[in-house]
């Protein structure tokens, strides 16, 4: 038997739904979810095998006009996303439409030869015409709580991903180490408990991750930028932080299945989102040809 399988990459506006999307095709929480923009930083990586056909989704930042070094990494890992990708997804809300070409997000680059289909998220929210009037045309048209959408939109996908053997075990869902998602849990949980910029300015790093004890132990740091924010992270005696651990290690023992002890701490890392070095260490390369 013939197998089809390929990357797609979910590309888009940040706030396109795209990280919402992936979660209802794998049918868990694997991508951070957020109402606010820009809450994706790096492509995750989702797998979906359904009969003879693997479906490796990345999930990619916003594309975006970077303001500062963070957001220009951020840029740079979906273009480099888009190189690689076997078929593009564009992603864009419904209730917004028409939808700007992905030429028009991307104007200072030569498009990847990757062909790309145009998908309207959130069509829950738009009005019951606007729906019918955009399934009419050459679109794939979805919404999170509608799994046939979902299925139209697999359908389309499969005949463009090439000929070749799975590159995953069919019971994988994700390719990124535990680590990954300890950082993607708090910074869920800070997007949902915090306002403003606050969330924005935090990273995660993890310290140690002990899975040869139950429960396993995870201790990990939250970086912040200003002294203010790291009061506010923590919170009159220590509220919000526990609230953002709480959160992060339900998320964990969901996705692993085990009991997790989760300790958290909070340090200051002064502009960190435009220092090189500080980027480089939690994963976020920049081109060669930018400056410090």
Known sequence: M????????????????????????????????????????????????EGDVQFIFEDLPGLLDP???????????????????????????????????????????????APVVTCYTKADLAPPESVRELAAGDVVVTSVSDPES????????????P?????????????????????????EAAFELLEDEVPYSITAEVDEFREDRT??????????????????????GGSVLRAIGTHARARLEALLGVPIYLETWVKVLPRWRKSRGALARFGFPLPDDEGP
């Open 67 to 113: 303001a500062y070094a963070l957001q220009r990494s951020m840029r740079h890992l979906a273009l480099a996303a888009l190189e690689r990708a076997d078929v593009i997804l564009h992603l864009h809300p419904a209730p917004e439409a028409p939808a700007p070409s992905l030429a028009a997000l991307l104007p200072d680059i030569e498009l990847p030869g």
């Open 2 to 49: 013939s197998t089809r399988c390929g990357t797609i990459a979910l590309a888009g506006r940040p706030n396109a739904g795209k990280s919402s999307l992936l979660n209802a095709i794998l049918g868990t929480r694997l991508a951070l979810v957020s109402p606010k923009a820009q809450a994706t930083r790096m492509p995750v990586t989702g797998i979906h095998t």
């Open 150 to 161: 979902i299925k139209r939109l697999l359908d389309r996908i499969a005949p463009l991903l």
């Open 215 to 236: 429960p396993v132990y995870i201790r990990a740091t939250l970086y912040v930028e200003r002294d203010s924010q790291k009061g506010i992270v923590i919170g009159k």
């Open 163 to 187: 000929e070749r053997p799975f590159r995953y075990d069919p019971d994988e869902i994700g390719t990124q180490p535990m680590r990954f998602f300890v950082g993607e849990f708090l910074r």
